[in-house]
Nanobody, 126 residues
Framework: QVQLVESGGGLVQAGGSLRLSCAAS????????MGWFRQAPGKEREIVAAISPSGGSTYYVDSVKGRFTTSRDNAKNTVYLQMNSLKPNDTAVYYC???????????????????WGQGTQVTASS
């Protein structure tokens, strides 16, 4: 009964901004690392950003550094992805994902994610 529901996707012109939200239920949100992934047509799914349970650690793929910011509000069981200066190659289906924090992991933010949302389409047009 874990459920992750993304919202906020849509169509925007290149250079514009969108904020994605992911509302989580059925898990102890404050104990979970949250990640954002995307999959563009013809490409593999890739991790875009991740944030530790407390929000103290983040990860960003190089292609979005300086443009995207992930944050979370544990009181609302919600994680966000603020996307600025969108480019056409940001166009993809964006997925929210969750995994329990494991401090023993070599790369805690990049370990396997157990739960996934349905995805939301982001399109940045040129």
């Amino acid at each position: 009964q874990v459920q992750l529901v993304e919202s906020g996707g849509g169509l925007v012109q290149a250079g514009g901004s969108l904020r994605l939200s992911c509302a989580a239920s059925g898990l102890t949100f404050s104990s979970y690392t949250m990640g954002w992934f995307r999959q563009a047509p013809g490409k593999e799914r890739e991790i875009v950003a991740a944030i530790s349970p407390s929000g103290g650690s983040t990860y960003y793929v190089d292609s979005v550094k300086g443009r995207f910011t992930t944050s979370r509000d544990n009181a609302k069981n919600t994680v966000y992805l603020q996307m600025n200066s969108l480019k056409p190659n940001d166009t993809a289906v964006y997925y929210c994902a969750a995994q329990p924090w494991d401090s023993r992991a070599t790369m805690p933010l990049l370990r396997r994610y157990d739960y996934w949302g349905q995805g939301t389409q982001v399109t940045a047009s040129s």
